[in-house]
Each structure stands twice: as structure tokens, then as C-alpha cells.
């Protein structure tokens, strides 16, 4: 058995105007932790003997971490399209809207469509490359949705949309 697995389908470059300062401010953010951890690493490492040195190999390994998201971030950033106007028609169901969903039992969800990098699903953020956010698009108020899942089925009911 291979450990080889295909890769995962590109995200849509989609983001809010809030979206993109997040990740704007992370940036700086792990800028300024970077230079913290570089000089902790370097006083690991005159503590001498390398190879049983807990906290330098800590230190190697975080920041790793922090280069590694840096990168991620300086490559995402310039290929993001921040989308802050309002589309024309605020009935229908576009990126960037607040949709309050019914479902069956008659419990009220409501979700906000935004790009893969701002996923939030317990503030109610789901991403616009969703199951769920594809088959939203372009509905209008009062139309049902019907999303099956792994041989389930879900009907929601659009009760309100607003941006």
C-alpha cells in the first residue's frame, strides 16, 4: 500500500476585505515571532552538545513551523482577489452573504459564504467551495435546498440573505 495521494483540488482565490487583513496581520505576526524563537535558537544552540539538546530541537522545529506558514502565506497572499462590493442583486444568494437557513426540524442556522482561507465553522464561516455554499449560490429567498452527503439527505429553506 502506497502512502501516495492525489492532491487536493485547488481553492477558490476568493476573500473578504476582513478575511485578507487577518491574514495580513498573521503575517507580520509570525515576522515578529520568527525573530523571538531565531534568538532563542541561537542560545540553544551555544549551549553546546546539539544532538541532546531539547530546547534547540524545540526551537528547530517551531520554527520550521513558522517558515513554513510564512511561505504559505507570501505565495496566497498575492493570489487572493479581496471582493468587497455588493453584488447588484442583494435577493440572491452570491460570496460574502449571510444566509439563515431552516431546516427540517425547524431549526435556524445561519452561515456566511467566504473564501477557504477564512473558514470558520463555529462562527458560522463556511467556505465558498462547500457542498453546501455550491449548491446556495444564486438561490433566491424561500427556495429549497437539497444536499446529499455520504448517502444522506438534508433539505434547508432560504429565510433570509443579507451582506
Known amino acids: 500500500m502506497s502512502r501516495w495521494r492525489p492532491p487536493q483540488?485547488?481553492?477558490s482565490p476568493y476573500i473578504t476585505?476582513?478575511?485578507y487583513q487577518v491574514l495580513e496581520?498573521?503575517?507580520?505576526q509570525l515576522w515578529e515571532r520568527r525573530k523571538h524563537v531565531t534568538a532563542a535558537l541561537s542560545a540553544a544552540a551555544a549551549e553546546g552538545d546539539r544532538s541532546e539538546n531539547a530546547e534547540y530541537i524545540y526551537r528547530k522545529k517551531e520554527l520550521r513551523e513558522i517558515d513554513r506558514r510564512i511561505h504559505y502565506l507570501q505565495k496566497r497572499l498575492p493570489r487572493l482577489t479581496v471582493v468587497s462590493a455588493k453584488p447588484e442583486?442583494?435577493?440572491q444568494v452570491f460570496f460574502g452573504a449571510w444566509v439563515t437557513l431552516e431546516t427540517d426540524a425547524g431549526e435556524e442556522i445561519t452561515y456566511r459564504i467566504v473564501g477557504a482561507d477564512e473558514i470558520d465553522t463555529s462562527g458560522g464561516l463556511i467556505s465558498l467551495d462547500s457542498p453546501l455554499a455550491r449548491a446556495l449560490l444564486k438561490k433566491?429567498?424561500?427556495d429549497e435546498i437539497v444536499i446529499r452527503l455520504a448517502g444522506k439527505e438534508s433539505r434547508y429553506f432560504i429565510t433570509d440573505i443579507r451582506y
Not at 496581520?25 to 507580520?28: C, F, H, K, R
Open 25 to 28: 496581520a498573521e503575517l507580520q
Open 140 to 142: 433566491n429567498l424561500d
Open 17 to 19: 476585505q476582513a478575511g
Open 89 to 91: 442583486r442583494q435577493d
Open 9 to 11: 483540488p485547488k481553492s
